[in-house]
C-alpha cells in the first residue's frame, strides 16, 4: 500500500491516493474544514483504507460509491460497521451495506468537512454508474479513464458515448480521478489510433517516467483529456479515419466512431 497527497494549485481539494489490489486506487478525499476527516471514494479493500487511516492518523467520514463492481465495494460493509459513517451509492445498483441512494442532480453534503458533491449520472460501463462533482474534482470511477474510457458491462456504447461527452463539457481545469492505473496502456493506444498526436507522445513518456518510479499518473484533467483521449475526440479526422480502417468500412456518425474505437480498444 502506498499513500500518496495530491494539491495541485493554491486551495485544490486535497486527495490522498491508496493502491488496492493490481491497480486500483482508492481515493481519500480530505475535508477543508478538517483535513484528518476524510470521505473514502470506492474502497474495494477495507484493510487498505484501515492501514491508510492508521499511518496517517485520519478518520473516515463518509464513503462514495461509483458502481458495484467488487473491486469499487468489497470493503464498503466492514467499513460502514467499523466506523459507522453514512455511505453514498447509485440507486439503481446493488450495493452492500444498505447506502443511501443517490441519482443525477442530488447532493451529497459532508458539512462538517467542508465538502459537498454534485451527482452526475453517467451510465455506460455499467447501467447506474455515477460520477461526483464538487471543488473542480471528479471521481468518476470506470466511466472515463486517462486516455480511455471503462469497458461496456452492462450498458451500452450509446451511453457511455453521452456519459463521456457530458465529463468532456466540463471546465477544463476539473481534476480527474479516475480508479485504475491503466494511463500508459491507454496512451498506446491512443499513440496508435492517433500517430501525429504530439501531446499523446509527450505525456506517454511522462508517464511511463512516473510508473518506473512507482508514482501515480492520475489525477488527469479534462485539459488533458481534450488533447488525448481518443474516446473524447471522435471528431478529429485522423481518429476517424483510424476507426474506419480498423472496422473496414465507412463511419458515418460520432457514435459509430465511438463504438468502433471501443470494440478495437477491447482487443487492443
Known amino acids: 500500500m502506498k499513500l500518496l497527497r495530491y494539491r495541485q494549485q493554491l486551495n485544490a481539494l ?8 493490481a491497480d486500483n486506487y482508492i481515493w481519500l478525499v480530505h475535508g477543508l474544514r478538517n483535513p484528518n476527516q476524510v470521505i ?7 484493510q487498505a483504507v484501515k492501514r491508510a487511516l492508521k499511518t496517517a492518523d485520519l478518520h473516515l467520514a463518509g464513503i462514495l460509491i461509483t458502481h ?19 455511505c ?16 443525477e442532480g442530488a447532493h451529497v453534503l ?4 467542508g465538502l459537498e458533491f454534485i451527482v452526475l449520472d453517467v451510465p455506460g460501463h455499467t ?18 479513464f486517462s486516455a480511455g474510457c471503462g469497458r461496456l458491462l452492462g450498458g451500452t456504447a450509446a451511453q457511455l458515448h ?14 480527474v480521478y479516475c480508479t485504475h492505473e491503466y494511463t500508459v496502456g491507454n496512451l498506446m493506444f491512443a499513440h496508435t489510433v492517433e500517430l501525429d498526436n504530439s501531446a499523446v507522445v509527450s505525456h506517454l513518456a511522462h508517464c511511463q517516467r512516473m510508473r518506473q518510479q512507482d508514482r501515480p499518473t492520475l489525477p488527469s484533467s479534462i485539459s488533458m483529456e481534450l488533447n488525448i483521449n481518443p474516446f473524447l475526440r471522435v471528431k478529429n479526422a485522423t ?3 483510424s476507426a474506419e480502417q480498423y472496422a473496414g468500412a465507412a463511419l458515418d456518425t460520432d457514435l459509430e466512431i465511438f463504438t468502433a474505437l471501443r470494440e478495437w480498444k477491447n482487443k487492443f
Open 239 to 241: 481518429v476517424k479515419r
Open 40 to 46: 473514502a471514494v470506492d474502497p474495494g479493500d477495507a
Open 14 to 21: 486535497p486527495v490522498t491516493a491508496v493502491t488496492a489490489f
Open 110 to 113: 459532508f458539512e462538517q468537512l
Open 162 to 175: 453521452h456519459s463521456l461527452n457530458r465529463l468532456a463539457s466540463l471546465p477544463i481545469n476539473t481534476q
Open 127 to 144: 447501467a447506474g454508474h455515477i460520477a461526483y462533482l464538487g471543488h473542480d474534482a471528479l471521481f468518476c470511477g470506470d466511466t472515463l
Open 88 to 103: 453514498y451509492a447509485p440507486a439503481t445498483e446493488v450495493i452492500p451495506g444498505d447506502p443511501i441512494k443517490v441519482t
Open 68 to 86: 458495484h463492481h467488487a473491486d469499487h465495494t468489497g470493503g464498503v460493509t466492514e467499513l460502514v460497521e467499523t466506523f459507522n459513517v453514512p
